[in-house]
């Protein structure tokens, strides 16, 4: 009995929380300055936030270049932890990468062998 209490009020929180963050993506969208009522829905809302259509240092493995203005600041950064936090920070964390396998490994796939077998720790 009191399991499934626990699970209830999990669960309530967990829409809770879901349905702040649908507001705050909501309120602070570019959305909102839109004139076009039709264009306020959340569907380009989150299209906006999912799109990758992205331009910027470091996309597809693009060498990220630092301003001439900035090479002391980057010098300083380097001396922290012997690695360039500024071009770190420049870069985004949800960049897009190019596939860099071969074509034959392209055109595999590897769910049609991919089989869930007992625990082989639990045995040893």
């Not at 001396?79 to 034959?104: E, G, Y």
Request: charged content about 25%.
């Amino acid at each position: 009995m009191r399991r499934l209490v626990y699970c209830k009020v999990v669960l309530a929180t967990s829409l809770m929380w879901v349905l702040v963050d649908v507001f705050f993506l909501l309120y602070f969208s570019e959305c909102n300055k839109c004139d076009d009522k039709r264009e306020r829905s959340l569907l380009p809302a989150l299209r906006a936030v999912i799109s990758r259509n992205q331009k910027g240092p470091g996309e597809m493995g693009e060498t990220v270049l630092i301003p001439k203005d900035d090479q002391e600041k980057m010098k300083e950064l380097f001396k922290i932890n012997q690695f360039n936090l500024m071009a770190c920070d420049l870069t985004a964390l949800n960049r897009s990468l190019p596939d860099v396998r071969w074509n034959d490994a392209r055109q595999k796939s590897s769910l049609k062998n991919f089989q869930i077998q007992g625990s082989h720790c639990a045995s040893s």
